[in-house]
Each structure stands twice: as structure tokens, then as C-alpha cells.
């Protein structure tokens, strides 16, 4: 795309078809930097393994992100996320994740996401940023009543990823699996409590939706920001 637009809905519309409901457990859109390899388009792969083109591992930068429960979600009218510009992705790919439990065969899914997007730039551009605590290490024993899980996004990974003048935070949201309870981000700037940006302490797995901030916050690259737990 050689028009620099912005995109306007972060969730852009889920696509569910009706037999993959209960099946599709999330999708992401990653942007990719590598240069355009006309040949990977319109072909499927099965995520990180040796099947995928090395290029693609690459891909690990969220453009947006849909989980189970979720709706459409558009950014406020002064914010949109850069799509050809200098600096920006060259192109995309989708990512979906599936859970079968009940071994449903014949399913052959064609779920996506729905883009909306405009030539009419906006004010500010939009980034999305992950915390948490990683998959691959996150580990609940058996038989607890409870156990609790937290993530840090320490200072030296805030200043690689935010500007010094800082970024403001207008929405969020919270994801975990079915085990999950109770979900929370706060917000520090060093040992300094600034406030939570999200919390949920009723998660349902079955409602995952991003939601605005009833108020902005600036978040700067010394924060440590942000805890969630």
C-alpha cells in the first residue's frame, strides 16, 4: 500500500463464521519488516514450526488482536494506527489460534477480521503494546485455590519501546485462558503507584473485549510500567 492511511476499529470487526464459533479461541494481525516475498501470499502455515518461512518469525508486532466474546472496538476519533508510511509494516499476517475440546471434524474455518480504514490521517498515531506473563513459562500447580501470576514490563523495556516524551494509554484489554479469575494492570513510575489501567475481577473467559479508559494516562519509558498481575 504506497497510500499512507489510518486505521480506524483496533479489532476491526471479528469474522466468525457460524461452525467455527467455539473453535477459533483468537486471532492477531502481525505486521511484518521484511520485504515483500509475493510468493508467501495467500499461503497457510502452521505457527513456528519448521513448515513457516524463516521471514515470517519475524512477525511479532500486534496491529490488533481479537479473543472470544470480543466486538468491534474503533479508536477515538483522533487516533488511528499508520499503515504505509515510512517505518511501518510491509505487510501482514494472520494469525489464528483454534481449541477443539469436543474433536468437531469437517470444520474448515474461514474466520478473519473486518478492516476499516481512511486517508484522512488523524491527530495521533496508535501501537499496541503486550505484558504479562509469558505462555511458555507460566505454570499454575495443580489443586490450588488459588495462585497468582505477574508480569513486569521493566524500565529497560519500556525505554525501548516508548518515546522519552512518553505515550498515553486509552485502552486495554485483559487475556488469559480458563483458569483465569481475576485479571489486573497497574500502573507504576518506579516505586511510585500512578493507578490501574485495567482490571476485571469477575474475568470471563467467554467476554474478552477491549474497552476505553474513562481517562487518559501517560506512561513514560522509566515507569517500569506496567505491572499486571
Same mark, same amino acid.
Given at each position: +500500500? ?6 480506524? =476499529?483496533?479489532? &476491526?470487526? #471479528?469474522?466468525?463464521? #457460524? ?13 511484518? %519488516? ?5 510468493? /508467501? ?9 519448521? =513448515?513457516? @518461512?524463516?521471514? /515470517? ?15 468491534? &472496538? %474503533? ?6 494506527? =499508520?499503515?504505509?508510511? @515510512? ?15 469436543? !474433536? ?6 474461514? $474466520? ?6 481512511? $486517508? ?7 501501537? /499496541? ?11 499454575? @500447580?495443580?489443586?490450588? @485455590? ?23 494509554? &486509552?485502552? %486495554? ?10 485479571? *489486573?494492570? $497497574? ?14 475481577? *469477575?474475568?470471563? &473467559? !467467554? ?5 476505553? /479508559? ?5 506512561? +513514560?519509558?522509566?515507569?517500569?510500567? #506496567?505491572? =499486571? *498481575?
Amino acid at each position: +500500500m504506497s497510500l499512507v492511511t489510518h486505521l480506524i =476499529s483496533s479489532q &476491526f470487526g #471479528p469474522v466468525i463464521p #457460524p461452525e467455527s464459533k467455539g473453535v477459533v479461541h483468537h486471532i492477531i494481525l502481525y505486521g511484518c %519488516y521484511a520485504p515483500v516475498n509475493e510468493s /508467501l501470499h495467500g499461503v497457510g502455515y502452521t505457527c513456528y514450526t519448521n =513448515s513457516m @518461512p524463516p521471514e /515470517l518469525f519475524d512477525c511479532r508486532h500486534p496491529i490488533a488482536v481479537w479473543a472470544v466474546g470480543g466486538d468491534d &472496538f %474503533y479508536y477515538p476519533d483522533n487516533v488511528g494506527l =499508520s499503515i504505509g508510511g @515510512p517505518g511501518d509494516p510491509t505487510f501482514a499476517i494472520l494469525e489464528t489460534h483454534y481449541n477443539n475440546p469436543e !474433536n468437531k471434524a469437517g470444520i474448515i474455518d474461514n $474466520s478473519g477480521l473486518r478492516i476499516w480504514y481512511t $486517508s484522512e490521517l488523524r491527530q495521533y498515531d496508535a501501537g /499496541l503494546v503486550e505484558t504479562g506473563a509469558a505462555v511458555a513459562t507460566l505454570i499454575v @500447580p495443580p489443586q490450588q @485455590p488459588a495462585f497468582q501470576v505477574r508480569g513486569i514490563c521493566a524500565a529497560n523495556c519500556s525505554q525501548d519501546a516508548f518515546p522519552p516524551t512518553g505515550v498515553k494509554a &486509552f485502552a %486495554y484489554m485483559l487475556h488469559a485462558h480458563q483458569l483465569g479469575r481475576k485479571l *489486573q494492570m $497497574s500502573h507504576y513510575r518506579g516505586s511510585q503507584f500512578i493507578g490501574e489501567l485495567g482490571r476485571d475481577d *469477575q474475568y470471563d &473467559f !467467554n467476554y474478552q473485549q477491549s474497552r476505553l /479508559l474513562t481517562e487518559e494516562t501517560t506512561i +513514560m519509558p522509566v515507569n517500569g510500567l #506496567p505491572d =499486571s *498481575q
